[in-house]
């Protein structure tokens, strides 16, 4: 039988080494700093209570992370059940109701709202740097689990059943909440990059 390896985990290297990305990873799927940091520390209580079950078949960087994605997953989960709702961007709609904002009572676009066509983006570095920065900016201002259900679907390549699972919604919920986002990505695009 061959001899089992030890795995040396050092927790108290883990807020030098890895809070600052455990953070920003954090930050860009909540969008909000406080709940980010209280992510982080969760994090890294969870992962020192569970040490002894570290087996060193990935970094400690990726086990730090995919303990965060749980916990980013079961703060959008308590969310739900304790019945907070949706957030909608009303700064930028003026509605709790963004469907009413881009189309009329027939369910077609309003004239001033709908989408043109998007302009090629040219291929310089410092350019795909500032995109990528306002799409960043624009999924942040994304709220509760219309957020959550954006950044499980695009950011973490997940199938809209694992979301469902995850987040303990049902599937039309989440296609009104992807919808929704959707809409409100759109929006913050073409306000904040296309349009200029």
């Known amino acids: 039988m061959p001899e089992e390896r030890l795995v040396t985990v050092q927790p108290s290297a883990w807020v030098q080494r890895y ?3 455990l ?19 969760e994090t ?11 087996k060193g078949e990935s970094s400690e960087k990726s ?10 997953i079961d703060h959008y989960r308590k969310s739900r059940r304790s019945g ?3 957030s909608i961007d009303e700064e930028h709609t003026g509605d709790s109701d963004p469907h009413h904002f881009f189309f009329d009572e027939k369910g077609h676009w309003r004239k001033n709202m709908a989408p043109q066509p998007w302009a090629p983006m040219s291929h310089s570095p410092q350019e795909q740097h500032e995109f990528y920065r306002i799409l960043h900016a624009c999924i942040r201002k994304l709220k509760g689990l219309g957020q959550a259900v954006f950044n ?3 950011l973490e390549e997940k199938k809209s059943e694992e979301i469902c699972k995850d987040l303990s919604i049902s599937a039309s919920n989440y296609w009104v909440l ?3 986002a959707k809409l409100q990505m759109r929006a913050c695009l073409d306000k904040n990059w296309f349009s200029n």
Do not use: P
């Open 19 to 21: 809070a600052d990305d």
């Open 23 to 41: 953070y920003r990873f954090a930050l860009s799927r909540t969008g909000d700093n406080a709940l980010a940091q209280d992510l982080v520390q």
């Open 44 to 54: 890294f209580l969870a992962a020192l209570q569970a040490q002894a079950q570290f």
């Open 63 to 72: 086990w730090l992370t995919a303990i965060l994605k749980n916990k980013i």
């Open 84 to 86: 907070i709702t949706v």
């Open 152 to 154: 499980l679907k695009h």
């Open 178 to 180: 992807m919808h929704r």
